[in-house]
């Protein structure tokens, strides 16, 4: 059985690297984001995610899925002192929301067939790293929704969980993270593994969840991160 499985933030990084292992599987990827990559092995859909009506027309056209993978991130860094309390909400939004919408949208039709998977990426900067305070805000919020989630479609043949990994080499991370600044030297010296990783390895743990082999584990977070969630003297 062919399955389709919803990704946001596809075009790119973890989640483009998901839909290449979904459609390599045999299913069907349904990728999500402003820009349209060069190729993608299933349907794509092109939509700014922070637009909220835009977002709702586009997730009214794609039909039924058979699960929801809420990759998209969206991060400004700053410590304390100096956070932008509209940056604060931009990335609340951009993060919590979209999940919520995505999901919600998505629901409907797990819950008629008995079977569905739901994953949102989070992080490990929700353990504690200076000058993230939002973007660990909104992932730490996602964490409490895998597990609020999970109870409530406990019983639905729907599995929530969250995989959070560590630093990867993404837009995203490089975007805060710098190849030679200080944060990149921090990481790497403090992450057991001694590297950062690889989107394809970010992937494989998603694809998992994914899978009917997944289908019994609900509620956990899945920390994909070369051993940093064990280093705590990264994050001080």
Do not use: C
């Amino acid at each position: 059985m062919t399955r389709r499985f919803l990704i946001t933030g596809a075009s790119r990084g973890i989640g483009r690297a998901l839909a290449q292992r979904v459609a390599d599987a045999g299913d069907r990827p349904v990728g999500l984001a402003r820009t349209a990559p060069a190729d993608f092995p299933g349907e794509f859909h092109e939509v700014d995610v922070l637009d909220r009506a835009a977002t709702a027309d586009v997730l009214g056209k794609i039909g039924d899925v058979d699960g929801v993978v809420n990759n998209v991130g969206f991060a400004r860094m700053a410590p304390l002192g100096e956070i932008d309390l509209d940056d604060l909400a931009w990335t609340l939004d951009g993060n919590v929301r979209v999940a919520v919408q995505v999901t919600q949208a998505m629901l409907p039709a797990m819950k008629a067939a008995g079977w569905g998977r739901i994953v949102n990426i989070t992080s490990l900067v929700t353990l504690g790293t200076p000058s993230r305070s939002s973007y660990a805000a909104a992932k730490a919020a996602m964490d409490a929704l895998t597990r609020v989630w999970a109870g409530e479609l406990a019983g639905t043949g729907i599995t929530v969980n969250s995989v959070a990994p560590g630093p990867t080499e993404t837009e995203l991370f490089r975007q805060n993270t710098p190849v030679g600044s200080p944060q990149e030297t921090r990481f790497f010296a403090s992450i057991p593994a001694g590297r950062i990783g690889r989107p394809e390895q970010i992937a494989a743990a998603i694809a998992l969840l994914l899978s009917e082999d997944g289908g019994y584990t609900t509620g956990q977070v899945i920390r994909v991160d070369g051993g940093g969630s064990l280093a705590g003297q990264w994050r001080r």
